[in-house]
């Protein structure tokens, strides 16, 4: 009996240890019963007292700085039945606790501090429990308000006729929740490939009005690359979204219904509450149908919940639109990612269209980004190109700047822009130079001659080169080098001194080039 009496006198210091092990040290309850010699259930047991107490932080709140004040808190009604027997609304400590840091504790002292006499913690937690298992799905996964919006596609289609043609398209029923609230949301759109799978998901945020913390989708083949648990890979796209709204998109398991059981039970409320109801109706086309859709789910948001007592809309309202982000100040705009080569004259090949890249590139492999205006380029993640999309599928979109130093002399260059500049020295220069280009498979063959013959001009002058291109041209010896022999050699000068040869008709540029 002494030594009983010699552990009671001492218990109380040791709990003030245990809580301050416990709460500020962050030790488990074997950690402290290991330091303090004391057994495991003890330990328990004094954290249990503690927390019915409301004593779940460390400091102490004032007022228990004695050990005296701290033993009557903690054993004052040892085997003392409650007196107050009232029970809290359970349905609105749901609520609450979906509510961001809220927990059952916090919840527990309020209903303690308009109860004195209540329930302790631990029926607290015992019967919500069994409330949460009698009432409906809704509060079998938590989800704190903002943390997540499940998606997913209804099983059922909908089929909308093109009047031109007769033909029945099934439309494909987007659905998207958000998990608190259960606020619902649908859309039509004719596949579930990655356009209409990212356009729901951008349309199902603008219309919550909010981003959450993350998204939750099935492993649709469009947006997921591979359905690794641990290691997901997302289509580049779809991560391009996520990445845009701030948000994080883990997909569920494959064959795991329950990793988004609350986007699996608003299909099926769409699929009775919406699509039932469009059964007999027809349509001709998705903005009908869509039209429809949207009156029907604003009559299934504003509707009360059974066991909760307010609607979806409600919900939202009270709980869940505080603590969404802010959209960002634009949508996301779709976009395609491809991975091209670049080609031996640093251009990548898109839709049948080649936008050039720095030629440092030429060979290297690139990420090509789309969308309907803008096609960009990335290598290393850098973007090194942008351009504006073409509507039409051929030709080439060339940057001068993408060109090495030799290619961007001859950028914008044309047989009519040097044939023009030629005749500024004189018309058999511009004969030549035209000769040039013509007696060649591709007039870019003759281009270097033709530049060589302009960059005459400057050292001889304009009217020794025209003669020298006019002794050429008597001589048939249409060539640079034989126009710079003609100039070294003086023969020019002996050419302006006899009398001028009619220039042959099919060289006359006024009478018809052969570039005009």
């Not at 010699?37 to 400091?59: C, D, H, N």
């Not at 869940?320 to 990612?337: G, K, N, S, V």
Request: hydrophobic fraction near 40%.
């Amino acid at each position: 009996m002494p030594r009983r009496k010699q552990a009671r006198r001492t218990s109380v210091r040791d709990i003030r240890t245990i809580l301050r092990l416990t709460y500020e040290q962050g030790l488990s309850v074997r950690e402290v019963a290991e330091r303090l010699k004391i057994g495991k259930t003890s330990v328990s047991t004094y954290l249990l007292r503690a927390r019915e107490a409301g004593l779940s932080s460390w400091p102490l709140a004032p007022g228990y700085e004695d050990d005296a004040a701290l033993e009557r808190r903690l054993f004052h009604r040892m085997g003392r039945p409650p007196q107050d027997l009232s029970e809290p609304d359970w349905a609105l400590v749901a609520r609450e606790l979906k509510r961001e840091g809220v927990t059952l504790t916090l919840l527990w002292q309020e209903y303690r501090a308009a109860h004195p006499d209540g329930y302790g913690f631990t029926w607290f937690c015992d019967r919500f429990t069994a409330f949460r298992r009698r009432a409906s799905p809704t509060f079998r996964n938590r989800h704190a308000a903002g943390a997540v919006m499940q998606t997913d596609y209804a099983g059922q289609t909908v089929p909308v006729i093109d009047p031109a043609t007769g033909v029945i398209f099934p439309a494909q029923i987007f659905v998207a929740v958000l998990g608190a609230s259960n606020l619902t949301f649908a859309f039509a759109s004719f596949s579930q490939k990655l356009p209409d799978w990212i356009d729901g998901q951008v349309r199902a945020l603008a219309f919550f009005g909010g981003v959450t913390k993350a998204i939750v989708c099935d492993n649709l083949k469009a947006g997921v690359a591979k359905a690794l648990w641990f290691e997901p890979t997302l289509n580049a796209t779809f991560a391009a979204m996520a990445e845009h709204y701030d948000t994080t998109i883990p997909p569920t398991r494959s064959r795991k219904p329950r990793d988004k059981g609350k986007v699996e039970g608003a299909v099926l409320i769409v699929e009775r509450w919406i699509l039932a109801r469009l059964r007999n109706r027809t349509f001709f086309s998705l903005a009908e149908l869509n039209s429809a859709i949207a009156e029907l789910l604003e009559e299934l948001n504003n509707r009360p919940m059974r066991h909760v007592g307010k609607s979806r809309r409600e919900l939202f309202e009270e709980i869940e639109r505080a603590a969404l982000r802010p959209l960002p100040a634009t949508p996301f705009e779709y976009a395609e990612w491809r991975s091209a080569k670049v080609h031996p004259d640093y251009h990548v090949e898109v839709d049948k269209t080649f936008y050039s890249v720095p030629h440092r590139l030429i060979g290297r492999t690139v990420q090509v980004r789309l969308t309907h205006r803008v096609v960009e380029i990335f290598h290393d993640h850098q973007r090194v190109a942008s351009h504006v999309r073409r509507s039409q599928r051929s030709g080439h979109v060339t940057v001068n700047a993408h060109m090495p130093k030799a290619h961007q002399r001859y950028a914008n260059t044309t047989p009519a822009t040097l044939i023009a500049r030629a005749a500024k020295i004189g018309p058999n220069a511009a004969i030549l130079v035209e000769r040039l280009m013509r007696d060649r498979p591709h007039p870019e063959q003759g281009y270097r001659a033709a530049m060589g013959i302009l960059s005459l001009s400057p050292r001889y002058g304009q009217e020794r080169t025209e003669a020298a291109c006019e002794r050429a041209l008597t001589i048939n010896a249409i060539t640079y080098a034989s126009v710079t022999a003609i100039l070294k050699s003086g023969l020019d000068r002996a050419s302006s001194a006899e009398p001028a040869k009619p220039t042959p008709p099919h060289a006359n540029i006024r009478g018809g080039s052969y570039y005009q």
